[in-house]
C-alpha cells in the first residue's frame, strides 16, 4: 500500500465521520496527528514533509466562505486558521490524543474534505548513492512500526520507490553495481519509474537521465 493510499483512506474516514451536532462535524484528533508526531520521533532530517488542506469536494467550485475549523478538546475550543488555498497548520500534542480531542469543520462532507499530504524529500542533481536516492524508505518503515507498537511484527514493508520525472521524453535511472554491472530502469508513459528497495544496494551510485520531481514510496 502507498502512504498516498493510506491518506486517501484517511481522508474517507474524515468525510464519513458523523457529526456530533446539526452544525459541525466532528473528525478523531488522533487520526490526524498521529503520523506528524511520528515523524517527529523517527524522521529528524525531515525526509518527509507534511501538510493539511481543506479541499472542495467533487462538484463544489471552491471552499464555503464560512468554512471554519476547531479543535475540541477537554472542554477547551482551539480555533484553527485556514489559508485562502485551504492549507492550515494543526497544533500537535499528545496529550490533546490520549484526551480524545476532535477536529471540528463546520462544513458537511459533501461539501469539503481534510486530508494529510505526506511528501518524501526529493534529492537533488542527478547523481547520488542509491541510499541518497531511497532515503524515504527506511524512515517510512520506521515510522509505520512505531505506530503499529506491540504489532509492529506484522507492519508491512517497502516494496519499491515510485520515481517522478516530467512527462515527455523518456527517461532513465541507471544502477552500477560493485562487479562494474549496470541495472537501467527507463520511465513510462506518464514519467515514472518503479524503482525495486534493496537495502543491499545502499552503497552503490546511480546516475539519473534528468532530475527528479518527486518520489513515492509504496508499501507491500
Given at each position: 500500500m502507498r502512504p498516498i493510499a493510506y491518506l486517501a483512506l484517511l481522508c474517507l474516514a474524515f468525510m464519513t465521520?458523523?457529526?456530533?451536532?446539526?452544525?459541525?462535524?466532528?473528525?478523531?484528533?488522533?487520526?490526524?496527528?498521529?503520523?506528524?508526531?511520528?515523524?517527529?520521533?523517527v524522521d529528524p532530517q525531515r525526509v518527509f514533509v507534511y501538510f493539511y488542506k481543506?479541499?472542495?469536494?467533487?462538484?463544489?467550485?471552491?471552499?464555503?466562505?464560512?468554512?471554519k475549523l476547531q479543535v475540541l478538546t477537554q472542554g477547551q475550543v482551539v480555533p484553527v486558521a485556514i489559508g485562502s488555498d485551504g492549507r492550515f497548520d494543526l497544533p500537535?500534542?499528545?496529550?490533546?490524543?490520549?484526551?480524545?480531542?476532535?477536529?471540528?469543520?463546520?462544513?458537511?462532507?459533501n461539501r469539503t474534505a481534510v486530508s494529510l499530504n505526506?511528501?518524501?524529500?526529493?534529492?537533488p542533481g542527478t547523481r547520488m548513492t542509491y541510499a541518497q536516492l531511497t532515503e524515504s524508505a527506511p524512515v517510512l518503515e520506521r515510522g509505520i512500526k512505531q505506530?503499529?507498537?506491540?504489532?509492529?511484527?506484522?507492519?508491512?514493508?517497502?516494496?519499491?520507490?515510485?520515481?517522478?520525472?516530467?512527462?515527455?521524453?523518456?527517461q532513465s535511472v541507471t544502477l552500477v553495481l560493485p562487479d562494474g554491472k549496470?541495472?537501467?530502469?527507463?520511465?513510462?508513459?506518464?514519467?515514472?519509474?518503479?524503482l525495486p528497495w534493496e537495502p543491499d544496494w545502499r552503497g552503490d551510485p546511480v546516475v539519473l537521465s534528468a532530475p527528479l520531481t518527486g518520489i513515492d514510496p509504496q508499501m507491500k
Open positions: 465521520s458523523a457529526p456530533a451536532r446539526a452544525e459541525w462535524r466532528d473528525i478523531a484528533y488522533a487520526d490526524m496527528a498521529k503520523m506528524p508526531l511520528m515523524l517527529k520521533k481543506v479541499v472542495p469536494t467533487q462538484g463544489q467550485p471552491s471552499l464555503p466562505q464560512d468554512l500537535l500534542r499528545q496529550d490533546w490524543i490520549d484526551a480524545g480531542a476532535k477536529v471540528q469543520i463546520n462544513q458537511p462532507k505526506l511528501n518524501a524529500r526529493v534529492p505506530m503499529a507498537g506491540l504489532m509492529s511484527f506484522l507492519a508491512p514493508s517497502v516494496k519499491q520507490l515510485v520515481l517522478k520525472f516530467d512527462k515527455g521524453a523518456p549496470k541495472k537501467v530502469w527507463t520511465s513510462d508513459a506518464e514519467g515514472l519509474v518503479r
